[in-house]
């Protein structure tokens, strides 16, 4: 009896202690930190085979992580891109499928109120949330990143401005505000001595006050956007064989490569499990000296060089180091942080990519599609259509073809039809677009998907 006693009473000291009826501690949800950045060329970064640009940080941090060698954004241009990334979901699903600021009002130009942004889901889960940077998703007040679910904003509205202090736009959509629960201001423009180490001095110190919880932080650089802008010593240390634009084109590569890797030297001081994503806006500009390296197109095209970009993700410790190489979208890193943290997913577009991560299963069966007003298109395994008004379709075979040379729709007519009617399934669920960029945009976008534009010459001469 007494040996029964004190056998009971040991299981109850055990789960008391935590024993194995015990429930287990709930798992840290991790941080995360998003840094976009504008209008880079895909082979202008070392991690994607690139010799001429050095990027050793970001180089390092996609070493440590998982790189993703077929990375296409929802868009080849600026803020319909930023649309569909800040949501989840594609944003021809709610009109925001132009450029801004576009033909719409002030007042109308934005990301449309009732959109739900990862930024409210991240709100909601209970995180910190922050945006460090470009917003370009609407200028007036309504549109302001504080009331899309983000806490903290420290940057400015609009899409580009002086990489340097310039006191003519501290008044107007290019000043640089910082606006928090506590405060609003707007930064001196004598305080802002570079643009892009300014956003990463904003974006490390949020890591830092923010290290005793949960938070989301977006850091939209501006770089390498234009106006070509660069630090002079930034300048001095890129290499005697880089002259004219893309000489300076490599300094603002070397300050943004800096800046990320001080964001990721913030997050591992502060010891919090954290996932950090890296992933460029559209392809590589026509104006800023940038280089798609083997895809043919630039920003502006659904050509390959338009919407395939630069991408990591690197969490340390818990993200084995590798690539993830069948197509993937800008979509299905969001769905992965949204996972990976358990805030609500519901409504997203992208897939959860955590059973490619250390793993090999088969491909997703799924297309990818795009359009933007008179142009759209359609992968499909290694299959590849676009569509364009007045024109008719063109169709590659990207395995045997990656640079998109050879027209093959002649040759495949059924392929044709089957590609169009997945297209025209995905278009069932969008709506027609709030706005347009006008007559020139439209002619420049038809101009830059015809087959007789070859080279990058003949690309950057159509903005």
Request: net charge negative; charged share 25%; glycine share 12%.
């Amino acid at each position: 009896m007494l040996q029964l006693i004190a056998i009971l009473l040991g299981l109850s000291t055990a789960l008391d202690a935590g024993g194995p009826s015990a429930d287990p501690p709930p798992t840290p949800r991790p941080s995360v930190v998003l840094v976009i950045a504008d209008d880079a060329g895909w082979i202008d970064f070392g991690f994607n085979g690139g010799t001429e640009i050095a990027t050793p940080e970001m180089d390092r941090l996609a070493g440590e992580g998982l790189t993703f060698g077929a990375c296409y954004v929802t868009a080849s241009v600026c803020s319909p891109s930023r649309a569909g990334l800040l949501t989840g979901r594609h944003q021809q699903r709610f009109g925001h499928e132009y450029n801004l600021p576009g033909t719409a009002p002030r007042v109308e130009g934005g990301l449309p109120l009732e959109e739900l942004t990862i930024a409210n889901r991240f709100e909601a889960a209970g995180f910190a949330t922050g945006l460090v940077g470009k917003w370009h998703l609407g200028l007036a007040d309504r549109f302001h990143p504080t009331r899309r679910g983000f806490d903290e904003f420290h940057g400015l509205r609009a899409g580009s401005r002086s990489y340097f202090g310039d006191d003519r736009l501290a008044k107007g959509d290019r000043r640089y505000e910082h606006v928090t629960a506590d405060d609003s201001s707007v930064r001196p423009e004598a305080d802002i001595e570079y643009l892009t180490d300014t956003m990463t001095d904003d974006a490390v110190d949020f890591i830092r006050r923010h290290a005793d919880r949960p938070s989301f932080l977006v850091v939209a650089y501006t770089a390498p956007h234009g106006p070509m802008h660069a630090r002079p010593d930034d300048l001095e240390a890129v290499e005697d064989h880089l002259q004219g634009k893309r000489r300076t084109y490599a300094a603002m590569m070397r300050a943004l490569d800096r800046g990320v890797g001080r964001i990721a030297d913030a997050i591992d001081e502060t010891g919090r499990d954290t996932m950090l994503l890296f992933v460029n806006d559209n392809g590589g500009a026509t104006n800023n000296a940038s280089d798609n390296g083997p895809w043919r197109g630039m920003k502006g095209s659904l050509f390959e060089g338009g919407i395939r970009v630069p991408a990591f993700l690197r969490r340390t410790e818990t993200t084995p180091s590798g690539s993830i190489d069948h197509p993937i979208t800008s979509l299905d890193l969001v769905a992965t942080a949204i996972a990976a943290t358990g805030a609500d997913g519901a409504g997203l577009d992208g897939i959860d990519l955590s059973p490619w991560i250390g793993a090999s299963p088969p491909a997703p069966d799924r297309s990818i599609c795009w359009r933007r007003g008179p142009v759209a298109a359609i992968r499909d395994g290694d299959m590849k259509l676009i569509r364009v008004e007045e024109a008719g379709s063109m169709l590659f075979d990207l395995d045997a073809d990656p640079g998109e040379t050879t027209n093959l729709a002649p040759r495949h007519p059924a392929e044709v039809v089957r590609l169009l009617a997945g297209l025209a399934a995905w278009k069932h669920g969008l709506v027609e677009p709030r706005w347009t960029t006008g007559d020139y945009w439209r002619k420049n976008l038809l101009k830059k998907h015809r087959m007789d534009v070859r080279g990058r010459e003949a690309e950057r001469a159509l903005p």
